[in-house]
């Protein structure tokens, strides 16, 4: 996949809130819910999510990608799991 | 076809690019002031604090950058040269 960084926004955008396994440069590769690629650059964001006690974010940048293989569909708690990680503190709905 | 439906479509493709481009913006502003791996290429994997980036993401200012040759208090990483890089939430 080497027009990964060509790619449409509308096509970008299909990728959101998906688990997939992105292979780059060097046969590196790295598995995780995309939480947007940048329009700019390609680059995609990855969120690792292990559970109440860790989650890690993993960026492979867009010039470094070879290929990008969806392996599950997000569903909406996942998004909004992965909205919660980022949006500012001050919108995030507090409970009791 | 005709001009309306292709300035539709050029509308919808630029709502879509600002979603994913603020998004991530939102994935630096996170990133700023953590501790930050980055895989380089020439397998060489360094660690330093994230501080800013440059508005086309072109360069990435870091501080203590943790080298195989030492640590550098203040240092530009150039995009380019890196693969990936990760950081915990």
């Known amino acids: ?96 | 076809h005709t001009t309306g439906t292709d300035a539709v479509h050029v509308e919808e493709e630029q709502r879509l690019r600002t979603e994913l481009r603020e998004r991530f913006l939102r994935s630096l502003i996170l990133m700023s002031n953590k501790e930050v791996y980055f895989s380089m290429y020439e397998r060489v994997q360094v660690q330093a604090k994230f501080g800013a980036s440059d508005i086309d993401i072109l360069n990435f200012q870091v501080s203590d950058l943790q080298t195989p040759l030492g640590v550098q208090k203040e240092a530009i990483l150039r995009c380019q040269d890196i693969i990936s890089y990760s950081f915990d939430l």
């Not at chain 1, 960084?5 to 819910?33: F, L, M, S």
């Not at chain 1, 650059?41 to 290929?67: E, F, I, K, W």
């Open chain 1, 1 to 96: 996949m080497q027009d990964w960084c060509k790619k449409r926004p509308h096509e970008w955008h299909k990728y959101i809130n998906q688990e997939v396994r992105v292979t780059a440069h060097d046969k590196n590769e790295y598995q995780g819910w995309v939480f947007t690629v940048d329009p700019v650059s390609g680059s995609v964001v990855l969120v690792t999510l292990h559970g109440q006690q860790s989650t890690s974010v993993r960026v492979v940048m867009g010039h470094a990608v070879r290929d990008v293989e969806v392996l599950k569909e997000g569903d909406e708690e996942i998004a909004q799991q992965l909205n919660a990680l980022f949006m500012p503190a001050g919108s995030q709905v507090l409970t009791n």
